[in-house]
T-cell receptor, first 113, second 116 residues
Framework: DADVTQTPRNRITKTGKRIMLECSQTKGHDRMYWYRQDPGLGLQLIYYSFDVKDINKGEISDGYSVSRQAQAKFSLSLESAIPNQTALYFC????????????FGDGTRLSIL | AQSVTQLDSHVSVSEGTPVLLRCNYSSSYSPSLFWYVQHPNKGLQLLLKYTSAATLVKGINGFEAEFKKSETSFHLTKPSAHMSDAAEYFCVVSDLSSSNTGKLIFGQGTTLQVKP
């Protein structure tokens, strides 16, 4: 089983719909992250969470929200999806001793029509 | 402000020949630098990291990188390319100003093509 699992792996939806991307991890890590990847732009940080009660905005949080339901679960929501949110989304984790994501999920490819 | 520039968006080599992926950085503090690899339809995998110890850093799969402060560079090399090395590579910087936030600055990526 993968250490970091993202669901769904692919999603196509329409403008204005609410979307939730889920991430769960079996690493026992405290820190979890959501990134967005666009061609030619590398990865951009959307939100990060250092523990269940600590959530912080990243570089591009507008239009997104997150929920840290448990140490192992960190979900990303698009309340009203728009086409420029079409991208590849990654969840990642790290332990407290590390200042960079150590383990990434395989990504969710999201297309908004 | 910190930034990362990967100097080549695409690199093509023949199997068995050396690989060089170039990265320059800009940071106001002592940087931590990383290289990640991403294979198609997969997440990122950490290849190696520099955190102010030895300037020549050895990573997985035969890759290594050398931190050169005078040149603000952190180029990734491998003596002999394998077909399985074909992927996208990201140079990443994190410095003291952001090390407590988990925030990283990614380069735009370099696609490595390996020809038989």
């Amino acid at each position: 089983d993968a250490d970091v699992t993202q669901t769904p792996r692919n999603r196509i939806t329409k403008t204005g719909k609410r979307i939730m991307l889920e991430c769960s991890q079996t690493k026992g890590h405290d820190r979890m992250y959501w990134y967005r990847q666009d061609p030619g732009l590398g990865l951009q940080l959307i939100y990060y969470s250092f523990d269940v009660k600590d959530i912080n905005k990243g570089e591009i949080s507008d239009g997104y929200s997150v929920s840290r339901q448990a140490q192992a679960k960190f979900s990303l929501s698009l309340e009203s999806a728009i086409p420029n949110q079409t991208a590849l989304y990654f969840c990642a984790t790290s332990d407290r001793a590390s200042n960079q994501p150590q383990h990434f999920g395989d990504g969710t490819r999201l297309s908004i029509l | 402000a910190q930034s990362v520039t990967q100097l080549d968006s695409h690199v093509s080599v023949s199997e068995g020949t050396p690989v060089l992926l170039r990265c320059n950085y800009s940071s106001s503090y002592s940087p931590s630098l990383f290289w990640y690899v991403q294979h198609p339809n997969k997440g990122l995998q950490l290849l190696l990291k520099y955190t102010s110890a030895a300037t020549l850093v050895k990573g997985i799969n035969g890759f290594e990188a050398e931190f050169k402060k005078s040149e603000t560079s952190f180029h990734l090399t491998k003596p002999s390319a394998h077909m399985s090395d074909a992927a996208e590579y990201f140079c990443v910087v994190s410095d003291l100003s952001s090390s407590n936030t988990g925030k990283l600055i990614f380069g735009q990526g370099t696609t490595l093509q390996v020809k038989p």
